[in-house]
T-cell receptor, first 117, second 111 residues
Framework: EPEVTQTPSHQVTQMGQEVILRCVPI?????FYWYRQILGQKVEFLVS????????KSEIFDDQFSVERPDGSNFTLKIRSTKLEDSAMYFC???????????????FGPGTRLLVL | DAKTTQPTSMDCAEGRAANLPCNHS???????VYWYRQIHSQGPQYIIH???NNETNEMASLIITEDRKSSTLILPHATLRDTAVYYC????????????FGTGTRLTIIP
């Protein structure tokens, strides 16, 4: 069964450093998402991306964050200058075309645990 | 904010059916009901979704009331591996709308 994969599984970084989190979505999916979950809190939406453009972003997704699809298979989330409060699990998700056939179901990766020291 | 309400926690004996309720009284006609679960800190796992008819797949069954204001997720024969937080989420049929997660129901399967 196709699945979403993420690398790295864990990342430890110093405050102020840049990090890039990578995601390989399911191969025929065209809609991509990033979510995060701070320890003990809810899963929060960050950004959605389609056709090389951001579709929607939350207030969390400020100028320190960016997303990119550098090639036909990867989807990345970059945090330019990490802060302590960026420590969280980051999940990417992908979906097919939304519609009555249920193609818009989002499938999640296993996550990247980011720890900012 | 999440448009659904769920009990905070539930217990179920291993081997029994686990019935998880969800209220979504403000659901509109162009919104699905989705169910996901999260085991420990793993990525949310898709379980099932429905519009107005009852649905069944290899993981679970989804019963949606006729007025669509509530639904029940049924795990027919719960195992210890079904211990997780279960999320009921309402989402538009069309468009790539985000998923809005609430606090979900923490289901504990008791041996």
């Amino acid at each position: 069964e196709p699945e979403v994969t993420q690398t790295p599984s864990h990342q430890v970084t110093q405050m102020g450093q840049e990090v890039i989190l990578r995601c390989v979505p399911i191969s025929n999916h065209l809609y991509f998402y990033w979510y995060r979950q701070i320890l003990g809190q809810k899963v929060e939406f960050l950004v959605s991306f389609y056709n090389n453009e951001i579709s929607e972003k939350s207030e969390i997704f400020d100028d320190q964050f960016s997303v990119e699809r550098p090639d036909g298979s990867n989807f990345t989330l970059k945090i330019r200058s990490t802060k302590l409060e960026d420590s969280a699990m980051y999940f990417c998700a992908s979906s097919g075309r939304p519609g009555l056939a249920g193609g818009g179901t989002q499938y999640f990766g296993p996550g990247t645990r980011l720890l900012v020291l | 904010d999440a448009k659904t309400t769920q009990p905070t926690s539930m217990d179920c004996a291993e081997g029994r059916a686990a019935n998880l309720p969800c209220n979504h009284s403000t659901i509109s006609g162009n919104e699905y009901v989705y169910w996901y679960r999260q085991i420990h800190s793993q990525g949310p796992q898709y379980i099932i979704h429905g519009l107005k008819n009852n649905e069944t797949n290899e993981m679970a069954s989804l019963i949606i009331t006729e007025d669509r204001k509530s639904s029940t997720l049924i795990l027919p024969h719960a195992t210890l591996r079904d211990t997780a937080v279960y999320y009921c989420i309402v989402r538009l049929i069309f468009g790539n709308e985000k998923l809005t997660f609430g606090t979900g129901t923490r289901l504990t399967i008791i041996p």
